[in-house]
């Protein structure tokens, strides 16, 4: 069974840096894609970043520029790294991992999601 477990975060005034962490544990065989998503208030979950197998990067029009996804040197991890937030920022954060737990077994797995609150 696969499990994302995601950190770092908070509350931080506009302006403000934050660093997302998202770690995969359990039996994973290939992981062909790491994204974050948003949740606002009311509104759906969007994709705002996404980092694929081979480490190209997508993003919202809305944060390029501002926001970094990585992947980690340990496997199966993803951060986000948020610069210059904006109120309009805030959400709660989904890390979600494209991957196979084995040859023929592809899924996509969420994490609990963490809140990210920007003060204006």
């Known amino acids: 069974q696969v499990r994302l477990v995601e950190s770092g975060g908070g509350l931080v005034q506009s302006g403000g840096s934050l660093r997302l962490s998202c770690a995969a544990s359990?039996?994973?065989?290939?992981?062909?894609?790491m994204g974050w998503y948003r949740q606002a208030p009311g509104k759906q979950r969007d994709l705002v970043a996404l980092i694929s197998h081979y480490g190209s990067t997508n993003y919202v029009d809305s944060v390029k520029g501002r926001f970094t996804i990585s992947a980690g040197n340990a496997t199966n991890t993803v951060y986000l790294r948020m610069n210059s937030l904006k109120p309009e920022d805030t959400g709660v954060y989904y890390c979600n991992e494209d991957l196979a737990t084995s040859i023929l077994s592809r899924s996509h797995y969420w994490g609990q999601g963490t809140q990210v609150t920007v003060s204006s």
């Open positions: 359990g039996s994973i065989y290939v992981t062909h894609a």
